[in-house]
């Protein structure tokens, strides 16, 4: 509809391989900038797809200066976290979902591991279209925010009382999806944070790494650690009393454990 000849795709990985998998689908082409340390899962989750994949020195932010860069050479279609309107738009089906999986009630917090935060966003902007169209009644769950302590740019702001992030520096955490050092729409994320009555906390890699096992063996879900640090995070703030153990919370876990196989231990020699 667009015209586009093709894409332009900064990633740490999920978003690559997605985006690698719809471009096979519709045999356009997309070309992918990672960080050159991202998860060998995601490499070859996005090289299986037959997309271009391009290691990049540094950061997610970096990659995007690349993909920014070849996308206006080459009259590419950029598909960089929201500087396009569609991501938002089907990060919001997740909320619609939550909602519909509730019996048509909002729980009362939200807990979202948080890199460029399009997830928040998109479920804050759904929640407030259903309450406009009188679908469902009550108010917007609380947003809660959690990062690694490696890179945590909006905990920081939330904290300042700030409205927008300022670059983190040496960022540094395992759970490659949260190592964003600069979100690009941070002023959304924190708007919707605050709007809600919610709050942003950071975890250490030590807590996200042992909420894996944890949730492995207790529910039989094998999270990414990003997903894991939501358990990390229920657990403070229901120790920290922010959150009442009777109240509906919903954690988002972004991704699969499979990819971060080397922070498993594997068994002992006997």
């Known amino acids: 509809e667009l015209g586009a000849k093709g894409f332009t795709m900064p990633s740490a990985g999920n978003a690559a391989g997605a ?54 050479e080459l009259g590419l279609f950029d598909l960089s976290t929201l500087k396009e309107p569609y991501r938002a738009e089907g990060k919001k089906s997740m909320g619609l979902e939550v909602v519909q999986q509730l019996g048509w009630k ?41 990062q690694a302590d490696g890179c945590q740019p909006i905990v920081k702001a939330f904290n300042d009382g700030a409205a927008t992030s300022e670059m983190w520096a040496d960022a540094t955490t395992k759970a490659d999806g949260l190592r964003v050092p600069h979100p690009f729409a941070d002023y959304l994320i924190l708007e919707a944070i605050r709007a809600t009555g919610g709050t942003a906390l950071a975890v250490s890699d030590h807590e996200m790494i042992d909420a894996m096992y944890e949730m492995a063996s207790a529910e039989g879900i094998f999270p990414a650690p990003e997903g894991a640090a939501t358990l990390v995070a229920l657990k403070y703030l229901l120790d920290r009393k922010f959150l009442d153990p009777d109240e509906s919370v919903v954690l988002f876990n972004t991704g699969s454990g499979y990819k971060y196989l080397d922070l498993i231990s594997g068994p002992q020699s006997v």
Do not use: C, H
């Open 106 to 146: 909002m729980p009362d917090a939200m807990i979202y591991p948080t890199g460029g935060g399009t997830g928040i966003i998109g479920m804050y902007k759904g929640f407030k279209e259903l309450l406009e169209l009188g679908w469902i009644e009550g108010k917007q769950p609380k947003f809660i925010s959690v």
């Open 19 to 72: 985006a690698a998998a719809y471009g096979a689908r519709a045999g356009m082409e997309v070309k992918v900038f990672m960080p050159k340390d991202a998860p060998d899962a995601n490499k070859k989750e996005t090289l299986v797809a037959g997309s271009e994949l391009n290691l990049v020195e540094g950061l997610i932010n970096d990659a995007g200066r690349e993909a920014v860069a070849v996308a206006k």
